[in-house]
Every structure is written in structure tokens, then in C-alpha cells.
């Protein structure tokens, strides 16, 4: 029997630690990451992964506390409301905001942007459902804008704002239609509290502030800089000369910057680190469900946890990103749902597959920042499934390039990547349209009709109960399906200066709400 080779990713995603800041008497913040994980600075083409630095320059629809919460307070509109059969969202504009090109806010801007998202050009984890939702935009004047969804939803307002991807940022309709969407790109205009300023591609990127703004007042940094630096050991020497203001660090270098008294902090149960397929296809060994079992059996969370990230990680039991939700829509796991670590009953299972030999597989390891243990951490996964007998090979990879594979379905065999819990049920089934839907394009993960069924059933539910039962049948398929291996929950650290006052940097997913940090109004 011929075996097509599965692929596994690791896709990390920043779980930022609630940090320090706001600097006495310093005009300028530097931020340190140990990757971009993309330097494309349009919106609908660079994804979630570029929210470190857009959330600065662009305002969102929708705004987000920074434990990601919907606020009427922080984005663009004041208040939203649903017609009585919530087919119909009116959203009532912030009066008076203007780009950094001195043109104001309009709901045309908010159109046009909305559009854009959601055009064939966009690859943002959530364009696919917004495809499916939204039917029209009507701008009845120019600080109203009306979204007409195809069915009753409740999810409109969590997918237009700062808690999930880049849909809701907001883009000035005038500019990129005069200068083209390649000039755009690469020098991006929003209506945020910093503009763009520079990029150095594999270096850094500079924004500095306006005057003031309307989300932070005057801010404290004159400029804000992330710089591209992958080696940690460079990260904390940077620190210690005073060179950079806040650093991703890894897990086992904790205890070490600590007893510097650099302070560090941590974003706890933020995140569920998970390998996962793509789309299993007939002729995969991974279509078949006792091999997805076996996989699961061979690793040994507990060990994970203690070695590859020093204790600072737990054992994790749940798919996509549930370390809040599963307990705000009321799902509990069964003993039999929390894989025990029983290599044994994993090599069984091979066999009774057809696998007694194994089969190869292909690692692809990389990073994004939150994550220095990335490489480690797909070495432990990879030596776990040799164990019982799987043919891994790890191939270290360029995310970029792999992201853009993946989006062109150029990839055979699986992909694994870790996803972030939002704190609501709604952002959660925001995540399964994103993850698990099939007929959705950024759908990564599961091919599954039942699971498809379900979350169209949740698309166009309104009543919250209804919905939670629905995500709790669709999560119990997923984890008795075993649709992919969550291995830990992470707690992951973030080094500041000594100099830096108090910071929420938030738990929004690749968001550091610096703007908090930057703030006069607090």
C-alpha cells in the first residue's frame, strides 16, 4: 500500500503575559520578538499575525477591553444593535476621527474596508465566514452603516472587532483607491493613534505617534519600534544594556532573568498548543481515526509540560483553543476524552490500522513570537511518535512561505498550528468557523459533515442556550474524532525593563495593547 506522506506544522501563536509599562520620561518604546511570523502590512493579506503592530496604526469597527471583552468605548462604533430577527446590524460611527491623511471617517470607509476583507484577495482566518454571512452593506448616512446578514446571526459584532483577526480593522476607502492596493502595502495609512514611519524588512518596523487620539489622549511614546530578533540570548542582552523595553523570553530562562529582578509575566491558559491535520484525505494514514488515536496516546503531556517549558505549561485535553471556553458554554470532558499517555494501546492501534511498520511523516517547525521553544517542542512531539514506531522527519520552515502554501491547498497530508481561546462561546465558535468548517477558506483542520452541520446550525442561532448545546456536540465530535492533538496549555513569559511602570498587555491573540500602554487617559 502506497502511504502519501502526512505533514504536521507548528503554527505558534503569541499568548502575551500581562506585563509593566508605561515609561517615566521615555519618548520612545522598543519592543523585542523572537519572530514577525510575516512582515506584510495590508491588513487582509497579513492576517491575525500582524495585530502586534496594525492594532497601533488602525482603528477597529468594533472595540475589545483588554481581557476581550466587546467595548463601545474603543472601537470606531459607539453602539450596534440587531433588528428583531438579527438579520439586520446597524453600527452608529464615532463622530470626528480622521486618518493619518486628514480625511475623515465615513461609513463609506467602513464599507469599502468591510469589502476588502472579504474579497477574493483576502486571506484572513475569518473572510470565509463573513463571506457566508454578510448579504449587503447599506450606508444610510455617514455615520451609520447597516450589515444585512443572509441568516439570523449573533456573531457580526466579535467578527468585526479587535478580539479575533483583521476584518474590522477600518481603511481609507479614498486613499487606496487613488495610490492602489502594492503602494498601500507598503505604506499602510489608518486612522490609529501611531503611523507608519519604516520597514526594514528582517529588521524592524517603526510607527510614531500623532499629536492625539481619540482611543489614548497625548501618547507617552513618541515613536514605537518591533524589531526582528530570533536569537534570545541577543533578546535579554538587549534588555540588560537597556537597548529594549519588552522581549519575548523562553520558558527556561525565567528563573534566570528574575533573579535580575527584570520583571516578567505571564498569560495563563491563553493557549492550547496543538498539532493538527489538514483535511485528511483517502490513502493518509492519518484518515483513519485510530491512527489520529494513536498519535494522541503516544505523547506524554505531562513530561511536555515539565521539560520542554519548564514547568510553566499544563497539560492540555481539549481541541481549539478551549482553555476558557469549555467552561462558558458548559462543556466538560469525560475521563475517556483526556488521552491518557499509554504508548502501548498507541502502537496497538497503529497495527490494528495497518501500520504495524509505521509510516513517514514530515514535521514542518517554526515559530511565531510567544514561542522561543518551538523547534523544541516539535523535536519532543516527533520523538514521541518514533517511539511507536511513526517515520518522523522534522524540516525546519519559513512561516511565511509555509502560510502561503497552506492558503494555495499546496500542502498534502496534515498541518498542525496552535490556536488561542477567546472568552466568549461566540468567539469560540469564531474559532471552529475558522478551524473546523470545511467550506470555509481559511478551514484548516477538520472535513467532517456532522461538524459542517453543526456549526451552520450555530451560524444561525440566536439564543445562547440553543448555541451552547450545538458547541458542545460539535466539540464532543471533535475530541471523540480526535481532530487533532492538544498537548499543553501555555503560560507564556514576557520580560519588561526595569524602568517600565504598570501595563495590561491584554489576552487578545497576537495583540499586545500597547495602546494601553501608551495611554495618557488612564
Not at 499575525?49 to 469597527?61: A, G, P, Q, R
Request: a positive charge.
Amino acid at each position: 500500500m502506497k502511504l502519501a506522506i502526512g505533514i504536521v506544522a507548528l503554527v505558534v501563536a503569541l499568548a502575551i503575559g500581562a506585563s509593566p509599562a508605561a515609561a517615566q520620561g521615555k519618548p520612545d518604546l522598543t519592543v523585542a520578538l523572537s519572530s514577525f511570523s510575516t512582515e506584510v502590512l495590508d491588513p487582509v493579506l497579513g492576517g491575525h499575525v500582524v495585530k502586534y503592530y496594525m492594532s497601533l496604526m488602525f482603528d477597529y469597527l468594533v472595540g475589545v477591553t483588554p481581557d476581550g471583552q466587546l467595548s463601545r468605548d474603543t472601537g470606531l462604533a459607539t453602539r450596534w444593535e440587531p433588528s428583531s430577527d438579527h438579520r439586520r446590524w446597524t453600527f452608529h460611527l464615532r463622530r470626528g476621527v480622521k486618518f493619518h491623511t486628514g480625511d475623515e471617517v465615513t461609513s463609506e470607509d467602513v464599507k469599502f474596508s468591510l469589502q476588502r476583507a472579504i474579497g477574493k484577495r483576502s486571506t484572513t482566518g475569518y473572510a470565509g465566514p463573513l463571506r457566508t454571512l454578510i448579504a449587503d452593506i447599506e450606508t444610510p448616512a455617514p455615520d451609520r452603516l447597516v450589515i444585512v446578514t443572509k441568516d439570523p446571526t449573533l456573531v457580526i459584532p466579535t467578527y468585526l472587532s479587535r478580539s479575533l483577526s483583521t476584518e474590522g480593522m477600518i481603511l481609507p476607502k479614498k486613499y487606496i483607491e487613488s495610490v492602489g492596493d502594492d503602494a498601500f502595502a507598503q505604506k499602510p495609512v489608518g486612522s490609529g493613534p501611531y503611523r507608519f514611519v519604516e520597514q526594514v524588512t528582517g529588521s524592524h518596523i517603526k510607527l510614531t505617534a500623532v499629536d492625539s487620539h481619540w482611543r489614548i489622549g497625548t501618547p507617552r511614546f513618541k515613536t514605537v519600534t518591533f524589531r526582528l530578533v530570533p536569537e534570545e540570548t541577543t533578546r535579554i542582552a538587549l534588555l540588560r544594556r537597556g537597548e529594549i523595553d519588552i522581549a519575548d523570553v523562553s520558558r527556561e530562562r525565567v528563573k534566570e532573568i528574575e533573579r535580575e529582578a527584570f520583571p516578567v509575566h505571564f498569560r495563563r491558559e491563553e493557549a492550547v498548543l496543538t498539532m493538527w491535520w489538514i483535511l485528511p484525505r483517502d490513502g493518509q494514514p492519518t484518515k483513519d481515526k485510530r491512527v489520529r488515536e494513536a498519535l494522541n496516546l503516544a505523547v506524554d503531556r505531562t513530561e511536555v509540560a515539565q521539560s520542554t517549558f519548564a514547568g510553566h505549561a499544563d497539560p492540555a485535553f481539549v481541541p481549539m483553543g478551549l482553555s476558557w471556553s469549555y467552561r462558558d458554554i458548559g462543556f466538560k470532558p469525560t475521563p475517556e476524552m483526556q488521552y491518557p499517555y499509554d504508548p502501548a494501546r498507541a502502537k496497538k492501534l497503529l497495527a490494528d490500522a495497518g501500520f504495524a511498520s509505521g509510516f513517514p511523516l514530515t514535521v514542518h517547525a517554526y515559530q511565531l513570537p510567544g514561542l522561543p521553544e518551538g523547534k523544541a517542542f516539535a523535536e519532543a512531539i516527533a520523538g514521541y511518535w518514533q517511539k511507536v514506531g511513526v517515520h518522523p522527519k522534522l524540516v525546519p520552515v519559513d512561516y511565511p512561505a509555509f502560510r502561503k502554501t497552506w492558503f494555495d491547498r499546496a500542502m498534502p497530508g496534515a498541518v498542525g498550528y496552535y490556536n488561542i481561546a477567546n472568552r466568549d462561546w461566540i468567539g469560540t465558535y469564531a474559532l471552529l468557523e475558522k478551524q473546523a468548517y470545511s467550506k470555509s477558506k481559511a478551514s484548516d483542520t477538520v472535513n467532517d459533515p456532522e461538524v459542517d452541520g453543526m456549526i451552520e446550525q450555530v451560524m444561525r442561532q440566536t439564543e445562547k442556550e440553543k448555541i451552547g448545546v450545538l458547541m458542545r456536540n460539535v466539540y464532543t465530535r471533535l475530541r471523540t474524532e480526535s481532530y487533532g492533538v492538544p498537548v499543553v496549555y501555555l503560560h507564556s513569559p514576557y520580560a519588561t525593563s526595569k524602568t517600565l511602570g504598570k501595563w495590561n498587555p491584554g489576552s487578545v491573540m497576537y495583540d499586545f495593547f500597547i495602546d494601553e500602554l501608551a495611554s495618557s487617559k488612564r
